[in-house]
């Protein structure tokens, strides 16, 4: 019986272990996407286009988008 019992603690630790593990990753992929934000926050503003509305630099964007699409050579360069 005892042994039994130290398995069910093994497996409570290695489940919790499993949980911590996931919360780190968790925080590590979201502190990846705010630096890759920031950074894209940064492109904008060194390309002096911080001063244009959220929905223009949208619009832009999307079009850049469409334009890479249909050329996709333009993108290599």
């Given at each position: ?19 911590m ?40 964007i ?16």
């Open positions: 019986m005892n042994c039994l019992m130290q398995q069910k603690i093994t497996l409570q630790q290695k489940k919790a272990r499993l949980i593990d996931e919360v780190n990753l968790k925080i590590k992929e979201r502190k990846m996407r705010t630096r890759r934000l920031i950074e894209m926050g940064g492109l904008v503003a060194k390309a002096k286009l911080d001063h244009l509305s959220a929905n223009t630099l949208f619009g832009a999307v079009s850049l988008k469409e334009t890479l699409t249909q050329h996709p050579n333009v993108q290599d360069h």
